[in-house]
Structure formats: C-alpha cells, structure tokens
C-alpha cells in the first residue's frame, strides 16, 4: 500500500466525478479518520462537506453481511451456483436477450470490466447498462457525433486557465464542490476572470457569477444556436481552424441562423451580454453536466455546444474547451470498460464488425452480440413485459432512481429472477431480489476509477470486509467460472484484471481510438499497489492535449459540426398539469443515500424532502411556509414540504432525488418522472416533468 510518513492509505472519495484524494487512517475501532490528500492532482487536499463526513458512513449497522436466497441466509457455494445455473438456464431457454446486466458508476473499474465481459463476451447478451445512461450517455453521444471518439478533451487546470467559464445545467457550487473552489480560487488570484451559470432556477451556483442565464426549461439548442448564429455575424469563426479540422460548418451555421431564440425567454440584453463575453474572451470553457445530459434533446444540446467551441477554434488549447463533468465517481471508468449497452471495451463500438472481433479474439470470447442492447428505460420496460427473465442489479437502487420508478419497482418484482449485488439489503430495490449478494465497500475494496478530467486513480481498502462480504469482481467472476468459463475468469486480484483492459486498450489504440493505455499493461502487483494518479492517454503518447492540432477521431479525423434544431419537452405543460418540475442534488447528500445518510452532519443540511416553489405559486395554491403540498401527474405523487422562494421562476419547482420509501415513503420524486428519453442518447428527460401542485 502506499502509505505517508504518517501511515495513511491513499484513495479517492467515493462519490461526486472530481474524483478527490483522501488520506485515510483507521481509527481502531472500526471506524476511519479522512483528510484531504495534499498531492492528488484534483484536490490538492480539499475536500467538501460529503468527503469530509466519510468517516461517519463506513459502520456497519445495516449492511448485508451474508448471502441471501429468498429471504434466507445461504452459503457463498448454494447463493453463486444458484445465480450462474439460472442464467445458464434462461440463456438456454430463451436466448442471450432473455438476461440483462443493470449496473453502476459506483463501481470500481476493474468490477465494471470483469462485468462487460463476462454479459458481451460469454453470455452473449449486449443488455448490460448503467446508472450512468441517467448520468452521461447524452455527453458520450455528442462527443461522438462531432469528434467520432468519446473524448473529454479538457482538464481541471483549462479550467483554472479560462478568460470565461460558462457552467451551464451544473450546479458545480453544491454537485462537484471542489471544483467550483478551485474555479473560485482560481478567479481570486484572476479578478478579471468571468463566470456565466445558464440555468432555470437560481442555484448556490449563480452566487460566484456575472451573469445569470434563468433559461427556459429545454432551450438550451436555441440559446447556443444563438450564440452560434452570433459568432458567425461578428465574423469570430476561426477559419483555419474550420477548413483544416472541421465538416458540417455550412449546413449548422445555416441551422443557427434559423433558429429562434426567443424560446429561451432570455431578454435581449443578457443575450447580447452572453454573446459579448463570449467572443470578447479568448479563453473559454465550457462546463456542462445534468441540465444538459438529462434531456430528450440532450445529445443535442451537447452539440450545440460543442459547434460553438470548434466554431472558434476554442478547444484543444490551454484554457479552453467544451467540458462535461460526471455525476459519479467512475462514471468514465464505465465509458472505458463499455459499461453501456452500445459500447465495447476501451471506447471499441460493438456495432463495428472489426472492433467486435478483435475484442472477441482477445477475449477468446465463444460469442458477441452484434447489435446493441437494450438501454436503462426500454431493459426495464422489457422486465415489465417478462421478455428479460433474469435480472442482476449490481449497486444502484432502480426501484426508486429511474423515471417512472413505480412502474420500475413492478416491473423488477415480476421478474423471474432478480440478483442484487450490493452493500446492504436495505434498498428498496434489494427487498425485491431473489438472491441477494454481499459486496465489499468503499474503504474495504481496491481497484481504480477515472475522474472527469481522465485521471486514473487508485482506491484501496483498509478496513476488513464485514461479514462475507466479497468484491464484486471476484463474484462476478465466479459465476462467469460456474457458468463454465474457467480460463476466462480465473482472476485472483484486481491488478490482473487492470492489466488485462490495458493491453486491449492497446488494440483499441490500433483502431485509432482515443483510449489507450497500453503503458500500464505489463505494471507489477507492487506497482500497482503504488500506483499514483494519472491522466490517459498512457501509451506511447503520454498525457497531452487531445485535438490541439485536430487529429479527431473521425475517418478523415476531421469533427464534425451538427445542424441542430430546438425540440420541445417531452411533456408540455398543460391546464392540468401547469408546473414545471425540476429535480436534483442537495449540497450534502448523494444519490438514493445509502451512503451519506449515515452522517448526522450531512443530515442537518437538509433534513426532509421538499419542493422550491415561487411565492406567487404559493399563494395561488393557498400553501405557507413549510406547509405540505402534493404533487402529482398520470405517473405518481409525492408529499413534500413547500420551501417558498424566487429561486424558481413562476410556474417551475424543484424537488430533490434523495429520498426512498425507507427514508420518507412519500417523498419519492422519480415516481412523477415520466420514461420519455432522448432519441439518440436513450437518456430520460428528468429536469422538465408536468405536474400538478396542491395544498395537502
Ligand atoms: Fe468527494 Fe466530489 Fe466532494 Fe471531492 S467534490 S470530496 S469527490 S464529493
């Protein structure tokens, strides 16, 4: 382990994708001191209210300590053969699309391989998806439209560098803290540095910022179509840049210029402010996160940004670039490994017959699929209509987080066969599992995962695994083993797994793809044991700046500038359904909190559900201050507690996504979510449901 001169294990907090260091040291009775790491290059020993209260969330009151059958204690033997003899049966029975795989950005990189491999390459099913179809899979189809590769092109010091930092659908301030200090911090040694938030609601975010866009819920196409449009008039497209690097240029300035921004709601005046800052600074970057991705136009929103940025040239520089930040802490870890349905290992496409084949033969794998799967909304809906009959859920709670969750919850207990892979069976997902398996937790497991400036990091276990708990590599490789795949699945440690994805990434980089990092392939146990952080590319090009010369990775490595047109929301307000509902993260909490809701200080922040609503709202609804209201649409209904404030704008709410039916049975906001999901990416729309408020 690598270990400092005060006996501190190094890893990385577990939850937001800045992907913070820590030093952690454990206490002695059971529990772990957490400081900062003063030398990981995302932090510099920061960290903000969630990293710091981990120490307070590693007990082991509520977890699952044993295998569970039917609500029954069984043995690791009884529990996994039960599991690989089930799937083997259904596969036989039915055909590798009778299986699905749901898993998670919470897992390690290493867990997420062994899992990619083991349903494409042995199962022969491509329906393995992630809670990261939620999370990013609108930024992955947008960067690979316009740079054929799903490359994140910036990093944190761009942007520390940047004249203009425009964050636009990403409360930073509250959902990736660090960063935003370090933006701010950056901003105090620059006064002349500028920011511009682009969202409906007011957020901690706007609080640090220059200008504030409150934007009309899904016209972000319309307002960078706008910019675009702009850009082009005032003569700053890089012309260079466009005639060496870049197709598409005509037919999507032509687009923008027919577009109509006056569906944003925006007044003039801060239009022609935004458009000023924009092209008066040389810098900029351009952070972008949840308000975009979660969007049934979100990969065109991506777009739309990312054809101003190649417009001008402004990526591949220092300080500059279109920037999108993950929500999980190895949401990109899962891009690498082909965590989504339509992806194969190491940013390989599994609907590319070449790709398919050499990853087969690297594999020696007995059968590809040759089509994607099915993504996070249409797989469930599958389960719902008994076509996927066996079902493994490996850390992440559907039940409650999917749109539609109530329908979610029914589908996933009608199914045949249900396995949850987590830390505790208390979820309200896991109570509806047939067999329910023990995973290891953070501060007990070793792997690694890649933050959202492609940072490769370490996290290692110190503390014991309670119970029987077992990684989640070393489960689901014993099952790929059950099943009869003994070679391919004889792992004993997660450094071998780590080297086997780097020496196929090095056959990725033969394809010319972006993710390679074939320099780790041959690391030693011990190295890796005292592996430092650091950012791929690792292989012959080390680090670097993606597309600083363009060098896209397109057949004729040219990107590609889309033609993008405002659509509408999925579902438009109407008489009955008047509101606008928003959902999102609070400051201290995270995801469904299985984690975080342990910590009494986190809890204090916000203690209980609740819905920002505007104060004329309010009144037109008859609700006090921290009154009750009940909002509801054709999917399902939540009480909440009114938190009255001009936040929103009139006719919009907000509610978090924190609360379960364990923690607040009617607080759960998924269930009002409607499944409608973006065409090209296949994510949800989660920022824009129609509802219906009254005083309960
Ligand atoms: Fe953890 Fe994110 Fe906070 Fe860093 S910013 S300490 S990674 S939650």
Same mark, same amino acid.
């Given at each position: 382990?690598?270990?400092?001169?005060?006996?501190?294990?190094?890893?990385?907090?577990?939850?937001?994708?800045?992907?913070?260091?820590?030093?952690?040291?454990?206490?002695?009775?059971?529990?772990?001191?957490?400081?900062?790491?003063?030398?990981?290059?995302?932090?510099? !020993?920061? &960290?903000?209210?969630?990293?710091?209260?981990? !120490?307070?969330?590693?007990?082991?009151?509520?977890?699952?300590?044993?295998?569970?059958?039917?609500?029954?204690?069984?043995?690791?033997?009884?529990?996994?053969?039960?599991?690989?003899?089930?799937?083997?049966?259904?596969?036989?029975?039915?055909?590798?699309?009778?299986?699905? &795989?749901?898993?998670?950005?919470?897992?390690?990189?290493?867990?997420?391989?062994?899992?990619?491999?083991?349903?494409?390459?042995?199962?022969?099913?491509?329906?393995?998806?992630?809670?990261? %179809?939620?999370?990013?899979?609108?930024?992955?189809?947008?960067?690979?439209?316009?740079?054929?590769?799903?490359?994140?092109?910036?990093?944190?010091?761009?942007?520390?560098?940047?004249?203009?930092?425009?964050?636009?659908?990403?409360?930073?301030? =509250?959902?990736?803290?660090?960063?935003?200090?370090?933006? &701010?911090?950056?901003?105090?040694?620059?006064?002349?540095?500028?920011?511009?938030?682009?969202?409906?609601?007011?957020?901690?975010?706007?609080?640090?910022?220059?200008?504030?866009?409150?934007?009309?819920?899904?016209?972000?196409?319309?307002? /960078? @179509?706008?910019?675009?449009?702009?850009?082009?008039?005032?003569?700053?497209?890089?012309?260079?840049?466009?005639?060496?690097?870049?197709?598409?240029?005509?037919?999507?300035?032509?687009?923008?210029?027919?577009?109509?921004?006056?569906?944003?709601?925006?007044?003039?005046?801060?239009?022609?402010?935004?458009?000023?800052?924009?092209?008066?600074?040389?810098?900029?970057?351009?952070?972008?996160?949840?308000?975009?991705?979660?969007?049934?136009?979100?990969?065109?929103?991506?777009?739309?940004?990312?054809?101003?940025?190649?417009?001008?040239? %402004?990526?591949?520089?220092?300080?500059?670039?279109?920037?999108?930040?993950?929500?999980?802490? @190895?949401?990109?870890?899962?891009?690498?490994?082909?965590?989504?349905?339509?992806?194969?290992?190491?940013?390989?496409?599994?609907?590319?017959?070449?790709?398919?084949?050499?990853?087969?033969?690297?594999?020696?794998?007995?059968?590809?699929?040759?089509?994607?799967?099915?993504?996070?909304?249409?797989?469930?809906?599958?389960?719902?209509?008994? #076509?996927?009959?066996?079902?493994?859920?490996?850390?992440? @709670?559907?039940?409650?987080?999917?749109?539609?969750?109530?329908?979610?919850?029914?589908?996933?207990?009608?199914?045949?066969?249900?396995?949850?892979?987590?830390?505790?069976?208390?979820?309200?997902?896991? +109570?509806?599992?047939?067999? $329910?398996?023990?995973?290891?937790?953070?501060?007990?497991?070793?792997?690694?995962?890649?933050?959202?400036?492609?940072?490769?990091?370490?996290?290692?276990?110190?503390?014991?695994?309670?119970?029987?708990? +077992?990684?989640?590599?070393?489960?689901?490789? #014993?099952?790929?083993?059950?099943?009869?795949?003994?070679?391919? /699945?004889?792992?004993? @440690?997660?450094?071998?797994?780590?080297?086997?994805?780097?020496? $196929?990434?090095?056959?990725?980089?033969?394809?010319?793809?972006?993710?390679?990092?074939? !320099?780790?392939?041959?690391?030693?146990?011990?190295?890796?044991?005292?592996?430092?952080?650091? %950012?791929?590319?690792?292989?012959?090009?080390?680090?670097? %700046?993606?597309?600083?010369? !363009?060098?896209?990775?397109?057949?004729?490595?040219?990107?590609?500038?889309?033609? $993008?047109?405002?659509?509408?929301?999925?579902?438009?307000?109407?008489?009955? $359904?008047?509101?606008?509902?928003?959902?999102?993260?609070?400051?201290?909490? =995270?995801?469904?909190?299985?984690?975080?809701?342990?910590?009494?200080?986190?809890?204090?922040? &916000?203690?209980?559900?609740?819905?920002?609503?505007?104060?004329?709202?309010?009144?037109?609804?008859?609700?006090?201050?921290?009154?009750?209201?009940?909002?509801?649409?054709?999917?399902?209904?939540?009480?909440? +507690?009114?938190?009255?404030?001009?936040?929103?704008?009139?006719?919009?709410?907000?509610?978090?996504?924190?609360?379960?039916?364990?923690?607040?049975?009617?607080?759960?906001?998924?269930?009002?979510?409607?499944?409608?999901?973006?065409?090209?990416?296949?994510?949800?729309?989660?920022?824009?449901?129609?509802?219906?408020?009254?005083?309960?």
């Amino acid at each position: 382990m690598d270990r400092t001169k005060a006996d501190a294990v190094r890893s990385t907090c577990p939850y937001c994708g800045v992907g913070c260091g820590v030093l952690l040291r454990a206490t002695g009775d059971g529990g772990l001191d957490v400081q900062g790491d003063p030398d990981h290059p995302a932090n510099f !020993g920061r &960290l903000c209210s969630k990293g710091l209260a981990l !120490g307070e969330t590693v007990g082991v009151e509520d977890r699952l300590l044993d295998p569970m059958v039917h609500g029954g204690v069984a043995d690791w033997d009884d529990a996994l053969q039960l599991v690989a003899d089930r799937f083997s049966r259904t596969i036989a029975d039915h055909g590798p699309g009778s299986v699905a &795989l749901y898993v998670s950005g919470q897992m390690l990189t290493e867990d997420y391989y062994v899992a990619n491999k083991l349903a494409k390459g042995f199962m022969g099913t491509a329906n393995i998806d992630t809670n990261s %179809r939620l999370c990013m899979a609108s930024t992955v189809a947008g960067h690979k439209r316009a740079f054929g590769s799903d490359t994140v092109p910036g990093t944190y010091e761009d942007l520390e560098l940047a004249d203009l930092i425009v964050l636009t659908g990403s409360n930073l301030a =509250w959902c990736h803290p660090v960063l935003y200090q370090r933006i &701010l911090a950056a901003r105090s040694r620059r006064p002349e540095m500028k920011i511009v938030v682009i969202d409906p609601r007011r957020t901690a975010s706007c609080d640090g910022a220059d200008l504030h866009l409150a934007l009309e819920p899904g016209s972000d196409v319309a307002l /960078f @179509n706008h910019l675009l449009a702009q850009i082009d008039r005032q003569g700053a497209m890089d012309r260079a840049f466009l005639a060496a690097h870049v197709d598409g240029v005509a037919e999507a300035v032509a687009a923008a210029h027919a577009s109509d921004v006056s569906i944003t709601g925006l007044s003039e005046a801060d239009l022609a402010r935004f458009v000023a800052l924009w092209i008066g600074s040389e810098k900029v970057v351009t952070v972008f996160s949840q308000g975009v991705n979660q969007s049934t136009s979100g990969a065109d929103k991506v777009n739309a940004i990312l054809n101003c940025h190649l417009a001008t040239g %402004r990526i591949g520089k220092p300080g500059c670039g279109p920037f999108s930040v993950t929500g999980q802490p @190895n949401a990109m870890g899962g891009r690498e490994v082909g965590g989504l349905a339509n992806m194969l290992a190491c940013h390989l496409d599994l609907e590319n017959p070449d790709h398919r084949q050499a990853v087969r033969q690297f594999w020696d794998a007995p059968q590809m699929p040759e089509t994607a799967g099915l993504k996070a909304v249409d797989m469930f809906r599958a389960v719902g209509r008994g #076509e996927i009959k066996a079902l493994w859920i490996i850390h992440t @709670n559907p039940a409650v987080s999917m749109p539609d969750s109530t329908a979610i919850a029914a589908a996933i207990s009608g199914c045949d066969f249900t396995v949850v892979s987590d830390i505790t069976g208390q979820t309200d997902t896991a +109570r509806l599992a047939d067999v $329910l398996l023990p995973a290891t937790a953070w501060a007990e497991k070793d792997g690694t995962v890649t933050n959202s400036d492609r940072t490769i990091s370490r996290q290692r276990g110190l503390l014991p695994a309670p119970g029987r708990a +077992r990684p989640d590599w070393a489960i689901l490789a #014993e099952v790929g083993r059950r099943m009869g795949w003994t070679t391919a /699945f004889d792992y004993d @440690n997660p450094a071998q797994i780590f080297r086997e994805h780097a020496a $196929l990434s090095g056959i990725a980089g033969g394809f010319g793809r972006d993710f390679d990092i074939s !320099g780790m392939a041959d690391i030693s146990d011990a190295d890796y044991a005292t592996c430092k952080p650091f %950012r791929w590319p690792y292989a012959a090009r080390k680090g670097g %700046r993606f597309f600083a010369e !363009g060098g896209f990775f397109t057949a004729n490595g040219k990107a590609r500038m889309l033609p $993008l047109q405002p659509r509408g929301l999925a579902a438009p307000a109407t008489v009955d $359904l008047p509101y606008r509902l928003n959902t999102g993260r609070t400051r201290d909490q =995270w995801h469904t909190m299985t984690r975080s809701g342990k910590s009494v200080r986190l809890a204090a922040h &916000l203690a209980e559900p609740f819905l920002e609503i505007h104060p004329g709202d309010a009144q037109r609804i008859g609700v006090d201050p921290a009154g009750l209201v009940r909002v509801h649409n054709q999917h399902g209904s939540a009480i909440l +507690r009114a938190l009255i404030t001009d936040r929103v704008r009139p006719g919009q709410c907000f509610a978090p996504i924190h609360w379960t039916k364990q923690t607040a049975p009617s607080g759960v906001i998924d269930c009002l979510v409607p499944g409608a999901v973006d065409p090209v990416s296949g994510q949800p729309e989660s920022k824009a449901a129609a509802v219906m408020i009254d005083r309960f």
